[in-house]
Structures are given as structure tokens and as C-alpha cells.
């Protein structure tokens, strides 16, 4: 009837946190067990393409981890937990090096060191790469690793829910899909690693598996939630032909020279640059290129770097501004151009581009430009975490990478993400571990909870008639796109909630057919119940922030607000409803303030 | 191309040899033939079984056989068939069905895990330096995706017609990564030769025509891997060191077994499995141990 498989420690997630967490805990002597959805070694982390960001200093010798953590909070406009940047600043390094001993094979400085490419909001080349496939090698290098140590991995398995006693976390339970058999996993700590949200959005570089079910898993649990409102929009995604709308295309392709253009032939970004930054960039044409040529030929410029490289959530922005004003690509898009480069430069530069471009949309990205437009592609926010150790305000629960906030603030920097992953996977882990190694055994679970648990599951295969669950997931797409894109306002807010709290109605009238062993539909509805969890955490917290700062814009509330400075929004279960509350962003100590010197505010 | 397009997708429960069923779907332009699947499952069938996830040719889970070729669904346009003509969908045909499109391909996991996992070299990573091009031969074979279309096709595992070890396509590739990376110290001939069978495979190149990465895995991959097994195992000098020495293959081996070399790229393919087929049986159990490792 059901499997059991008690762990010390389980993981929730494969991707880049789960798998370096995993390694944590082998290390620590620990056994662990790690479920995901998918197939191990196809989590989204595959999908990161232009680097992780570390201040090894091997392209540009004036870098250093103060420079890194300036970056990060400057970008994140000071929402960040300053803890939190400071230990991504300084380990940073040491985890990417950690993956060369592990077997990554990075692309090289002419003197046989790891490479480092330039990207948005980083003040000089920082990050570590592959080509444009960067993370498919931290995920190999991981999935190799955790299988050489000896975590074991359960492949293919939903989780519906975390199992509680005491208060305290204490496992979870779901079903494995390859044949539809529960299983229950008792541990003595659970680290929650399970990516974004990027599902309830239509047009996305996301894939399913990105549904917010860990986000939704700690909610339920009595986890606060944070900075929900600030949803990155990734500025170049694909927008032709149709099959392929909002597609990832790598930033790599700025911080290799790739110039954006609107339909008149202008290089809008000019015109977009925050004043207070602005002497950061390039100031001409000329010096741009200046940068671009010192680049290829692998000299530390000293010219400024192109307006391309301003942060995601200002080209974002520019972007959606430039199609909204008529002066679009003809498929509602703008130009991006890096054609001007020497072909055998972009193939080798941007070999997967190059290869998505070509076989995709019949576009030669070394002849000409190419059409991109905003992406929905990574949330900020997340499950609040203590910095250290990843522990949530729930006992017994940790998390690390997307699933958590705080390193990125109001806006994440291209290639922190990465490197996040690494550090806070491997300081979550270790905190579980050291949390399992002083608790009593694993616990069984409760026959009523299994029972329940159970019964649940299969409850959409019992009702006599009921809405198909992709009916649904359609409208909660469309009305996160269309209600709580780039740019929000109040109208639209308090609409998306109200229609969402419909649906959260509609949720237990779903209904699936056909049998248990491999069923996308029902999957889809355990799916569904965390992406409305998550999508009224941001449009609740979209609507209590009434400012515009970093990715999250509101038209009725233009520009930062100083009283918003020091106030993230954090939501979390009152019973059945979710509570809203604003509260004091960590303090910045005196000793890293003197790193943030930048202003970010004109 | 024609706004409408038929799909016949082979469906059916595990290990069952399944029936085609017929879809009309809307094709808009570009769309792909996994685009096409998500049409069916959101419109007409739920429950319809399909792994996928990246949707970009990055992540290798869409594989199935379209109009008979092993393919990525999500890299498949559409219009690259003739309008009108029904596309036939099945799944891999080399791994036993789970359900509709989806196999098992679990094997695959147990057979990388039998592989020598990267060994570095006994000095700090501080001091690690290598050039761009000594990484490069490495970097092609990290490229791949497991997608296992090029285990799908490979007639040595596809044909079940052994019932010898054979690591396949996709972990002579792995193999390949690592002992090609610059800095690796193990030695995983012993392994390639005995567990992995490198010796049945006859270069057909059927592995290179579906790799989506556009690896060159026979070329780039199997048969430096082979030449290296060769000359471990088949060269005379060598042959007759381990026989002084008294190796632990060293007696055993059949010097004129097999040839292989660039010029056995060359030689008729069934002669020279025949030919590993002796060599392969001669030898003595297989083992995972690794042969001497240079400090």
C-alpha cells in the first residue's frame, strides 16, 4: 500500500541545492534520501546558461568578494539580507573551485585558469562558465559527485505534504509517478530545495517542474514567506515563432557584446540607464565597443562596460516600454544583435544559441539579430531563512537556492542564482545534518496521517465528475501574466486576488481520469494547488508594497519610497487565510555598510 | 504549412506493444512536435504520459521515435514533414514502456555508476592550469544531455541479440570525458574493455547521426577509446611485459584479436565485432577495479 523509506535527512529537489546539500550531509555521515519530480540530472538548473558569479579575480585583479557583495546589494536595492550577501560574496569562490575538483572542465584565461565572462550589474567579469551551458555542467558535476558518495536518489516522485509532530518537521509523503505507488519518507530534517514558480505564469523560461511546491509545502507548514512581490522578468526571452515564446536567451549574449536595438535601429538602453549608475557605463558607442574588443581579446578593460549590462529588472523594463510605445520587432519584441562579432567568436561563445536559434526559428544569430522579449524566469522571494544555516521559522525545515529568499533582495543579479545554489545548498545541508545528528531516531508516521495523506491523493481519481485541472492552471496564467506582469497596479491586484480565490474554490472540484501510473494530469493537480498558494503570496504582497523598487514595478506607486526601504512583506497561514505583514529588513552592520557605497537612488 | 496536422501516437500500458491513436492538432507556426503532445494532453487526453522539461533541447527528457527517428520531441518542427502526412509518436523502443511515451530507463543510472568517477590529480586545485584547447575534447562529450537517443538507436543494446555487458553510446561518451579530461588520474581501460565491452560496438555511427549535441561519438569518443584499449591490450610490446610480469590480464589476452586502430574505422564492421566477440569471451570476468594510476 505504501513504501517506506526513512532517511536522517530527506531533500526536496535535485537540482543544483538539493544535490550540493545531499553532498553536505554524505559528508557529515548522514544517510539521505533525495526526491524529484523528474529524472535525475534534468532539474531546471540545466537550464542556466551564462555562468555563476565569484569573485576569483582571474579575468580582472581588482575584483574581490566586497566588490561582489556591493553588486548584489546595490542590484537587490538593499532589500537583501546583507548576511546573507556577505557569506555568497566570500564563499563563492571556494565552492566554484570545489567543482573543478569535482570535475567540471570551465572554460579557460589565456594563463590556464577558470574563464570569467561579464554580465549584468557586475561591476567587473565574474562569472564562471561553460560555453552558454553552464548548468548542465554544475548539474553533472553534482549528479555525478552525490552518486559517487552514495545519496540515494528517488526519481519521478511528487511530494503532497510535509509531515509535522510537535511542531517540528519530521519527513513528508507523496507518490512516486512512474507507478502511482505512496510513499512516505520519515526524517529527522527536511531540506525543501525544490526551485521556483515560474509555472504560473504563461509565458516562462521556466519548466514544469516549477510549480512552487516546496514555497507551498513550508506554507502549509507554518513557514513565513517573503518578498514575494519581487518576481524577476528575465529581459531576453525568445518571441517567434510561437512554439518557443518566452524561451531563455542567455544574458551571455550582452556580457559578450550583444547590442539591443528597437525598431527605428536606436540603441534604446541609452536612454534607460539610472542616472545614479550611470557613469558606471560606457558613455558612447565608441567605448562600448572599446570594452567589447578588450574583452575578445582577453585584456582587463579599462574602458566602462555597455548599457546592455544594467540590471535585469531595468532592460526588462526598457524593453516592455519600447513594444508598449510601437517601437517593437514585428513579432512584439526588440532586436538583439551580436551578429557584428566574428561568426567563429559567437558559435564558440554562444554554441547553444547559436544552435536554439538556428534549428528553432530559422535565425542565424552570427548573420543577424535576433527578436527577444521579457520572460517570466526567477522569484526573488521565497521561504524566509535564517542566513547561516538555511533553517526556516519552522522546525526541522531548511531550504536553499530559489525555493529561499534574501540573498537577492528587490532584484537578482544574472549568475547569482548559481552560485547561491552552491553555498547555501551546502550550508543548508550541513545544518540539517547537524540538526539530524542530535535528534532521536526517525520517527514512523501516524497511521491517521498516512491515511489521510493517502486518501487525499487519490481523491481526484474518486469524483463522479469535476473540471479538467489544465482548465484551470490556463485562467491562473493568464491572469498572472495579464494582472501581475511587469508593470502592476492596484485594479489589477485586487482583481488577480479575487479571481484567484475562485480558483482556490475550483481546486477541489478537480478532477482526473485514466490510471495512477504515470498521469501528467493528476500531477498537474497537487501541482496547481502550490501555484495558487504562491500566486496569491505575490499578488498579495505586490499589492501591500506601494513602491516600485528593483523587478517589481507599480504604476499607481512610481519609484522607491524611503518608507519602503527598510520593510520586506512576508505572508504566512492564519488558519485559512493568508496574513500579510510588513517588517524590518535585516540590519546592514556598520562594517559591511562601508561596502555599499553606491547610491541607488537619484 | 497546412494549419492543422495529424499525429499518430502509439499508446499503451507497460511492456505492451501499444496502439497508434489518431490526433488532429491546431499547428501554429514553429511548433514542434512536443508542443503538439502538451496540445493533446491539455485538450483531449490528461492523462497522456510524456516526460519533457527544459522544452530547449537542454535537458534530454522529450526523447521518443518520430516517424521512426530516435528524436528530442521539443527539437522536431512540424513542418520538417510533408503536410498532410500523419507524424507517428512512439516511445524508445531499446528501454521497456512505463506507460504511453514514457520508458524505463533506470539502467542507464545503474551503468554510469559502474564507471571510475573523475580522480584529480594529488596537488591543490590552486595550482590546477590548463589551456582552452586541452579542455575543449572533454567539454564536447560534457555537452550531452542524456537524452539516451543514441542508447536507443545503438543495435548492440536496441536488438538484445547479447547477453554480454556494454556500457552503450552514452557511457563510452562519460568514459570519454574523463579520460580525456586534462587533469584526470584514473585508468578506466580495464573497465571500458571487461564492463563496458567497447569491443562489441562496430562503428556503424548510428549514435553520432541521433545525438542532438552534435557529438561525434564514434569518432571523437569510441574509437580513441578503443585505440587506447588496443594498444593497452593488443600491443605485442606490452602483450609480452604483462606476460614477464604477469598481469592480471596479461595471459589471457589474445594478442591478434582485435585490431583497432584508425584504420580499423575502415574495416568491415561485422568482422571486427566477430572479432571482439572472441576477445571478449577469452578474457576473465569482468571487474571494476582500475589498473595502475599515475600520482
Not at chain 1, 491523493?457 to 506582469?485: C, I, K, W, Y
Not at chain 2, 584504420?263 to 582500475?290: C, I, N, V, Y
Request: some cysteine; charged content about 30%; aromatic content about 8%.
Amino acid at each position: 500500500m505504501i513504501e517506506t523509506r526513512p532517511h536522517d535527512v530527506l531533500i526536496i529537489g535535485a537540482g543544483g541545492a538539493g544535490l550540493r546539500a545531499a553532498v553536505a550531509c554524505i559528508q557529515a555521515g548522514l544517510s539521505v534520501g533525495v526526491v524529484c519530480k523528474s529524472l535525475l540530472g534534468k532539474a531546471h538548473t540545466v537550464m542556466a546558461e551564462g555562468g555563476m558569479a565569484a569573485s576569483l579575480a582571474h579575468v580582472d585583479d581588482r575584483d574581490g568578494w566586497s566588490t561582489h557583495f556591493r553588486d548584489t546589494m546595490v542590484g537587490g536595492y538593499r532589500l537583501n539580507n546583507p548576511r546573507m550577501a556577505e557569506l555568497h560574496a566570500k564563499e563563492a569562490p571556494e565552492r566554484v573551485r570545489e567543482l573543478e575538483e569535482w570535475g567540471a572542465v570551465f572554460d579557460r584565461t589565456r594563463d590556464g585558469r577558470i574563464l570569467q565572462r561579464p554580465f549584468g550589474g557586475h561591476t567587473y567579469p565574474r562569472l564562471a562558465h561553460v560555453g552558454d551551458r553552464t548548468g548542465l555542467e554544475l548539474i553533472r558535476t553534482l549528479q555525478d559527485r552525490s552518486v559517487a558518495v552514495g545519496a540515494q536518489v528517488y526519481q519521478e516522485v511528487i511530494i503532497t505534504r510535509l509531515s509535522m509532530k510537535r511542531g517540528r518537521v519530521n519527513g513528508a509523503i507523496g507518490y512516486r509517478r512512474l507507478d502511482g505507488v505512496p510513499m512516505a519518507f520519515p526524517a529527522k530534517a527536511v531540506v525543501l530545495a525544490s526551485g521556483g514558480v515560474g509555472r504560473a505564469f504563461a509565458v516562462t523560461s521556466n519548466s514544469w517542474e516549477s510549480s512552487g511546491d516546496g514555497h507551498a509545502l513550508a506554507y502549509r507548514a507554518g513557514a513565513e514567506l517573503i518578498d514575494m512581490e519581487f518576481v524577476q522578468f528575465h529581459p531576453t526571452g525568445m518571441v517567434h515563432p510561437a512554439g518557443v515564446k518566452g524561451l531563455l536567451v542567455t544574458e551571455a549574449v550582452r556580457g559578450e557584446g550583444g547590442i539591443l536595438r528597437n525598431a527605428d535601429g536606436e540603441r534604446f538602453m541609452w536612454r534607460y540607464l539610472p542616472e545614479a549608475r550611470r557613469d558606471e557605463y560606457a558613455a558612447t558607442d565608441e567605448e562600448a565597443r572599446a570594452w567589447v574588443d578588450d574583452l575578445t581579446e582577453g585584456r582587463q578593460s579599462s574602458h566602462r562596460r555597455p548599457p546592455e549590462l544594467s540590471t535585469r529588472d531595468n532592460v526588462a523594463r526598457a524593453i516592455y516600454t519600447e513594444v508598449k510605445e510601437g517601437r517593437g520587432s514585428p513579432h512584439g519584441g526588440v532586436f538583439l544583435d551580436i551578429s557584428y562579432l566574428p561568426a567563429e567568436r559567437v558559435r564558440t561563445k554562444l554554441p547553444s544559441m547559436y544552435e536554439q536559434f538556428k534549428e528553432l526559428a530559422d535565425v542565424d544569430i552570427t548573420a543577424g539579430p535576433m527578436e527577444v522579449g521579457p520572460t517570466m524566469h526567477y522569484i526573488m522571494g521565497g521561504i524566509r531563512v535564517e542566513a547561516d544555516m538555511g533553517a526556516t521559522t519552522t522546525p526541522g525545515l531548511f531550504a536553499a537556492g530559489e525555493v529561499a529568499a534574501g540573498l537577492h533582495g528587490s532584484n537578482r543579479l544574472g549568475g547569482n542564482s548559481l552560485t547561491d545554489l552552491l553555498v547555501f545548498g551546502r550550508r543548508a545541508g550541513e545544518a540539517a545534518a547537524e540538526a539530524a545528528a542530535s535528534a532521536k531516531a526517525v520517527e514512523e508516521f501516524s497511521k491517521r496521517f498516512v491515511d489521510e495523506s493517502v486518501k487525499a491523493m487519490f481523491a481526484p481519481f474518486e469524483r463522479e465528475s469535476g473540471e479538467d485541472p489544465n482548465r484551470l492552471h490556463e485562467e491562473l496564467q493568464a491572469t498572472m501574466s495579464s494582472l501581475v506582469g511587469i508593470f502592476r497596479e492596484e485594479s489589477d491586484l485586487r482583481e488577480a486576488i479575487e479571481r484567484i480565490e475562485g480558483y482556490k474554490e475550483r481546486w477541489h472540484g478537480l478532477r482526473i481520469t485514466g490510471p495512477r501510473r504515470f498521469n501528467p494530469g493528476w500531477d498537474l493537480i497537487f501541482e496547481l494547488r502550490s501555484m495558487l498558494t504562491v500566486s496569491e503570496a505575490i499578488a498579495r504582497s505586490a499589492l501591500e508594497r506601494e513602491e516600485s523598487r528593483g523587478a517589481h514595478s507599480r504604476l499607481d506607486f512610481v519609484g522607491m519610497r524611503d518608507e519602503w526601504d527598510t520593510v520586506n512583506v512576508t505572508t504566512a497561514r492564519d488558519g485559512e487565510a493568508m496574513k500579510v505583514e510588513r517588517k524590518p529588513v535585516a540590519e546592514l552592520p556598520a562594517e559591511l555598510a562601508e561596502h555599499v557605497q553606491t547610491a541607488v537612488k537619484a | 504549412m497546412a494549419d492543422q496536422a495529424k499525429l499518430w501516437v502509439n499508446r499503451g500500458e507497460a511492456d505492451e506493444d501499444g496502439e497508434f491513436f489518431e490526433y488532429t492538432v491546431p499547428a501554429g507556426e514553429g511548433m514542434v512536435v512536443l508542443d503538439a503532445i502538451h496540445w493533446i494532453q491539455q485538450n483531449v487526453e490528461p492523462d497522456l504520459a510524456a516526460r519533457w522539461n527544459c522544452k530547449a533541447a537542454k535537458c534530454g527528457s522529450c526523447s521518443a521515435e518520430v516517424n521512426g527517428k530516435p528524436s528530442l520531441m521539443c527539437k522536431t518542427r512540424l513542418s520538417d514533414f510533408p503536410d498532410g502526412e500523419a507524424i507517428t509518436v512512439e516511445p524508445m523502443r531499446t528501454f521497456p514502456r512505463v506507460r504511453d511515451l514514457v520508458t524505463d530507463v533506470s539502467w542507464n543510472y545503474e551503468i554510469n555508476q559502474l564507471i571510475t568517477p573523475f580522480t584529480p590529480p594529488d596537488r591543490p586545485q590552486s595550482e590546477w592550469r590548463w589551456q582552452q584547447k586541452d579542455g575543449e575534447r572533454s567539454q564536447e562529450f560534457r555537452k550531452c544531455i542524456e537524452c539516451f537517443l543514441c542508447m536507443d538507436t545503438c543495435h548492440v543494446l536496441r536488438n538484445h541479440e547479447t547477453d554480454y555487458e556494454f556500457f552503450g553510446p552514452r557511457f563510452f561518451v562519460r568514459a570519454a570525458s574523463l579520460e580525456m579530461h586534462p587533469l584526470d588520474q584514473a585508468d578506466r581501460k580495464e573497465q571500458l574493455k571487461y564492463d563496458g565491452g567497447i569491443g562489441y560496438c562496430n562503428i556503424n555511427k548510428c549514435c553520432t547521426d541521433v545525438c542532438p549535441e552534435h557529438i561525434k561519438i564514434t569518432d571523437n569518443a569510441i574509437i580513441p577509446l578503443k585505440e587506447r584499449v588496443a594498444d593497452e591490450y593488443y600491443d605485442p610490446v606490452r602483450w609480452l611485459w604483462r606476460k614477464i610480469r604477469g598481469g592480471r590480464y596479461g595471459s589471457s589476452a589474445d594478442g591478434a584479436g582485435i585490431a583497432v586502430s584508425e584504420e580499423a574505422a575502415a574495416l568491415d564492421a561485422r568482422a571486427e565485432a566477430d572479432a571482439a566477440d572472441t576477445s571478449g569471451s577469452s578474457g576473465s570476468s569482468g571487474s571494476s577495479g582500475k589498473g595502475a594510476s599515475a600520482d
